[in-house]
Every structure is written in C-alpha cells, then in structure tokens.
C-alpha cells in the first residue's frame, strides 16, 4: 500500500505541502489541474509547475484525481472524438511526469452530492451529510433553478463549466439511458485504454457517489456487478477502478471486502473513508475508525492487505475538527489521523504475517 494525499494546489487548497510531508508514510501528492476545463488538453508548462513544487517536498505525481471526462463523450454525441483525442494527449503529458494513476469518474453532470456540507456530529465536528428526502424527490429543473439562482448551491467538485450548461445537458440526457451510457463508456474505453497502456498509467475509475442515479440521470459504477462488467469492457490491468469505500458503503448491500478480493489486481487505487448509515437513507461522513461508522475499515484494509495490495491509498473526506477551516472534507487533521488508523491496520497485519515478535529490537537508527 503506497499512501497518497489529495493537493488541490498552491491557493486552492489551506493545506501545505509541508504539512503533507510530515504526516507518517506519505509519499506522494494526488492532483490535478483544477483550473483547465473538462475535455481541454492540459498544458505542458503547469503540468511542470506542479512537480517543481512537489519535488521541493520529495513528494511524487503518481495519482492524477481527475482528469475530467467532457459531457459530450457521456453524451456519445459526435463532438466526442475532439475530447478523447485531448483526454489522450494528457494522458501522454502527465506520465511525463510519472503519473501511474488517473482516477476519473463517469457521472452524468455531477459529481459526487451531499446535502449539508457542515452537518453537526455529536462530538462538535461537521461533517459531510446526506439527506436523502431532501433530493431525492426533487424534480430536476428545480434543482437547475436552485443552483442558477444561488450558486451556493453547488457542492466542491462541481465544474462552473457544466453548471453554466444545466438546463440543456438535462435536455440533452433525457435520451440517454443507462445502456446508452455503458455504451458510450466503452467507446471511450476502446480509444484510451491502449494509449494509458502504452504510457504505463492505469486508468481508474471512480464509482458513483452516492451509486443510484440521481435527478432522472443515469449512473452506473453502483455496485460488484456493474463493477465487473465495466473491467471486462476493455479486459485490461490498465482498465481498473478507484474502489472508493464511501461511496459504494452508502449502499448496504455493497459488500466491499468480497470486491476487494474479487477485483484485486484491477484496483490501482483505494480510497478509503468511514460513512454512518441511517434507517431512512440519510447518511453522514465520519471518522475513519470502524466503530464510527457503518462500513468496517479495518475489515477493508485487512483484505487489501491478505490480498496483496501494492497499489496507492489515500484517506479519502474526514471531518472537520479542531477549527479547522479548509475545504468541505478535505482538512488536514481528520485525514491524517485516518492515515494513521489506516498505517496502524496495515503494520499490525504485517507483522502478523511475517511472524515478527512482540519484542522486536533494533535500538540505534542509522545516522
Ligand atoms: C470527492 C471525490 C470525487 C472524485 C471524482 C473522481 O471528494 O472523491 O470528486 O475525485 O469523482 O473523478
């Protein structure tokens, strides 16, 4: 396991690299260019700012979060083909860099949705929250209204360049079903895949958060069996997934150990957070600590680790504690002690594994 941090960049993010740097066992940055819209190539001289500040830290680039996929490559409209060839020539320039891993996501419109963005737990923390009645029931030219009028109203994650655009990509998809979407998924697929290959970068995708579809439109990374069907689209170790466990532990039935061992060998990259579930379908972002949430961390980082896993993590939201201002999930504190539940799982099973005693002894470090 390989332990990455997300960076969202020199002014776009309260975290340093600095701070990065000493939480234990981190090794490299999970980035991306925020500001270059989706279905642009990305340049060349920012790709190069960005490791010049990382290589400063010693940290690396492997893990690029996201390179955005363009509406109209969803869409399978015919415009796509501009786009993938610009989503290939990234390809190419960030492993110029040592990219190894871009995660991305296939979600119609928006990416992931929350509610409350600063949702009260107990403990006096916020934290990431779901009300389900809240959206769910919304009709989605409501929503369009809401997020035109208000531009609060958008979650982090969001681009401006397709909320500009609602009202005509909810035109637009309303002749797009699920089908439609699998199959312009694979097209997409079919033009990438061997370009990451030839460039060794492992293409992972993230699944749906939360995974059912949301506002009429469809999703599909929902669960083990659409996950199965979307690695055998393009059979290929560099056809993978970001096996996200808060996204797909919002749904019960997602059983994340048994994909953890079904898929292992497909997933370049783990993010790993903990998620309370309630009876009527609210949800909220917690500790990562298993006996905070409803999905068992420590079973998961126990599969990753009988399976082998030799891919990047990274803590994935945490909760906003200790004053911290920062970004909605994404503050230093929470995820690094995340981090350190995650390591200290991680080490326990090791040396289990590898029979060390209980008393291990090796009193002077090197100088
Ligand atoms: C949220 C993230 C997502 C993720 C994208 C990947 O915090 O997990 O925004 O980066 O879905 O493309």
Redesign the pocket.
Known sequence: MKMVF?WYGEGNDTVTLQQIKQIPGVEGIVWALHDVPAGEEWPMDKILAYKKQADEYGLHLEVV??V?VHEDIKLGLPTRDRYIENYKRTIEKVAKVGAKVI???F?PVF??IRTDLHKRLEDGSTALFYEKAKVEDMDPMELVRKINENPEFTM??WEPERMGRLTELFEAYKQVTEEDLWRNLHYFLEQIIPVAEANGVKMAI?PD?PPWPMFGLPRIVTCRDNIRRLLKLVDSPYNGV?L?SG?LGVNPDNDIVAMIKEFAGRIPFA?IRNVRLYANGDFIETSHRSADGSVDICGIVQAYHETGFTGYARP??GRHIWDEQCRP??GLYDRALGIMYLWGIWDSMERLKTGTPLNRREPYAAH
């Open positions: 997300r979060e996201s955005n995660c991305y996501n979600m990416d992931w982090p994650g993230h958060d970001t996200c996204s993010h994935d939201h999930g994404y």
